[in-house]
Every structure is written in structure tokens, then in C-alpha cells.
């Protein structure tokens, strides 16, 4: 089943509005993604299981609960500091009870603070942003192809539909000590951020996502990027939320 929530929330900066969706995709039995819609921290989070036989819902599952009691306080380094030791607290309680077997997830998060957004993530589940016009992914995925066409070994195009392309290098869970990558950017009027699973975006083209990401709209871009992927297969989970962002 899919899952949807939006609401509108503001600050003495910012407004915004934010809506999500979730979807177990034509096959798989299971739905290895969560996420969370914590507006009122002006947070919000995409996690992408993976582990079979229940060990990939668990680790999504663990982040979310580890996160959904965040509440945004003080500086924003403050509670930066606290995000990441709530990702490495998660990180912790997956290893202790995998038994030895794989039982980890990817993490994209947003958080809004101020006049920026403090994105961190681990793996392959991204955040892009729209503004003006312009489709930007802003997270850098943490997978073997990356690497691969980071070290120039891959062109682009060679690196979005090599074989190996969901070989993931990071991720909460697979290793004792965490490694979160952190970035922040300045908001903008009218910026429109999607967090989202590999799910959603690997079989979209970039003129694809451009376009939809464009719709009026938080929802109708969600509802279209869904609805595409679903279309050309469905053969993951797929997960996504979209932000709009606007200054009072």
C-alpha cells in the first residue's frame, strides 16, 4: 500500500509544505523502505533496506525510529551533532542483532534550518532540488560505480547502466563504524527538494525527472515520478518525498 502525508508548517524564516509516499512496487513481496515526514523539526528522511528475509525492513525501520524522536533545539550544529549520533545509535543496534548476516540501509535526510538545508546520507538514495528551472542532485551516491566514474574509469552514461550499479559502498548497518557525508546549501524562495530510494529515480531519465519535478505541485510531481516508476516495472520499493520551500 502506499502511504502519503503533507502539511504546511512555519518558522520565523520559512515556510513550507511536504508531502510523501511509499510504495512496495510490483515485485517484491516486502517494502524495505521507510521514511520519515517529522515537518514539525523541519525534518525529513528516506532509508532503503536491504538484507532479505526481513533484515532490510528492520534496518530502514531502526533509522526512522531512531530519528522520529528528534526534536529540532538550539543551534543547528547542535542539532546536527544530534542527528548524526542518532544515525550512528542506529548504525550500533543493526550490527548488534544482524547475527553476522547483512542487515544495513541507506539514509537520506533534510533538514531545515534557518536559510539552509543540512542534507546527510549514506548510500545510494538521493536529494535533488528544483529551482528555477534547474533539476540538481545534490547527494553524490556512495556505490562502486560512482567510484568507478569518479577515478574516470566510467563515462556517465557507463555508470548508470553498468551491471554492478546497486553495489553500495556505505550504509547504515554494513560496517562498525559509520560514515556520513554532509553537505548544506542555501535556501531559496521557491526551492522544491525530492528525497527519495533508488527505487524512484533509476529508470527515470533526467529530462523525466526535470519535467515532473516542474508540476505545480509538491504532490502532482511525487504522484508522476511514482506513477512513471511504477510504469517501467516496479521492480523495487520505491519511496519518495517532496519540500517545498518558500520565505514568509
Same mark, same amino acid.
Given at each position: 500500500?502506499?502511504?502519503?502525508?503533507?502539511?504546511?508548517?512555519s518558522?520565523?524564516?520559512?515556510r =513550507?509544505?511536504?508531502?510523501?509516499?511509499?510504495?512496495?512496487?510490483?515485485?517484491?513481496?516486502?517494502?524495505?523502505?521507510?521514511?520519515?515526514?517529522?515537518?514539525?523539526?523541519s525534518? =525529513?528522511?528516506?532509508?532503503?533496506?536491504?538484507?532479505?528475509?526481513?533484515?532490510?525492513?528492520?534496518?530502514?525501520?531502526?533509522?526512522?525510529?531512531?530519528?522520529?524522536?528528534?526534536?529540532?533545539?538550539?543551534?543547528?550544529?547542535?542539532?546536527?551533532?544530534?542527528?548524526?549520533?542518532?544515525l550512528?545509535?542506529?548504525?550500533?543496534?543493526?550490527?548488534?542483532?544482524?547475527?553476522?548476516?547483512?542487515?544495513?540501509?541507506?539514509?537520506?535526510?533534510?533538514?531545515?534550518?534557518?536559510?539552509?538545508?543540512?542534507?546527510? =546520507?549514506?548510500?545510494?538514495?538521493?536529494?535533488?532540488?528544483?529551482?528555477?528551472?534547474?533539476?540538481?542532485?545534490?547527494?553524490?551516491?556512495?556505490?562502486?560505480?560512482?567510484?568507478?566514474?569518479?577515478?574516470?574509469?566510467?563515462?556517465?552514461?557507463?555508470?548508470?547502466?553498468?551491471?554492478?550499479?546497486?553495489?553500495?559502498?556505505?550504509?547504515?548497518?554494513?560496517?562498525?563504524?559509520?560514515?556520513?557525508?554532509?553537505?548544506?546549501?542555501?535556501?531559496?524562495?521557491?526551492?522544491?527538494?525530492?528525497?527519495?530510494?533508488?527505487?524512484?529515480?533509476?529508470?527515470?531519465?533526467?529530462?523525466?525527472?526535470?519535467?515532473?519535478?516542474?508540476?505545480?505541485?509538491?504532490?502532482?510531481?511525487?504522484?508522476?515520478?511514482?506513477?512513471?516508476?511504477?510504469?517501467r516495472?516496479?521492480?523495487?520499493?520505491?519511496?519518495?518525498?517532496?519540500v517545498?520551500?518558500?520565505?514568509?
Amino acid at each position: 500500500m502506499a502511504t502519503s502525508r503533507s502539511s504546511d508548517t512555519s518558522s520565523p524564516v520559512h515556510r =513550507w509544505f511536504s508531502c510523501a509516499g511509499s510504495h512496495v512496487g510490483h515485485v517484491r513481496r516486502v517494502n524495505e523502505d521507510a521514511f520519515l515526514d517529522a515537518r514539525e523539526q523541519s525534518l =525529513w528522511v528516506v532509508a532503503d533496506g536491504m538484507g532479505g528475509h526481513s533484515r532490510g525492513d528492520r534496518a530502514s525501520q531502526t533509522i526512522v525510529e531512531e530519528l522520529h524522536d528528534f526534536v529540532a533545539a538550539g543551534s543547528a550544529s547542535a542539532n546536527l551533532d544530534d542527528l548524526n549520533a542518532r544515525l550512528h545509535q542506529a548504525n550500533r543496534l543493526c550490527r548488534e542483532v544482524s547475527d553476522g548476516q547483512v542487515m544495513g540501509s541507506t539514509v537520506a535526510a533534510l533538514y531545515l534550518h534557518g536559510d539552509r538545508a543540512h542534507l546527510l =546520507w549514506a548510500g545510494d538514495s538521493r536529494i535533488y532540488r528544483h529551482r528555477d528551472g534547474e533539476v540538481l542532485q545534490l547527494t553524490e551516491d556512495h556505490s562502486l560505480v560512482q567510484e568507478l566514474h569518479r577515478l574516470g574509469e566510467l563515462t556517465a552514461e557507463e555508470a548508470e547502466n553498468h551491471p554492478s550499479s546497486n553495489v553500495i559502498t556505505r550504509a547504515v548497518g554494513v560496517t562498525d563504524e559509520l560514515e556520513v557525508q554532509s553537505r548544506q546549501v542555501e535556501l531559496r524562495a521557491g526551492d522544491r527538494f525530492l528525497l527519495c530510494s533508488d527505487g524512484l529515480f533509476k529508470d527515470v531519465r533526467a529530462a523525466e525527472m526535470h519535467a515532473n519535478l516542474a508540476r505545480p505541485s509538491p504532490r502532482q510531481a511525487l504522484d508522476a515520478l511514482m506513477a512513471l516508476a511504477l510504469r517501467r516495472g516496479g521492480t523495487d520499493n520505491l519511496t519518495g518525498i517532496v519540500v517545498q520551500v518558500s520565505f514568509a
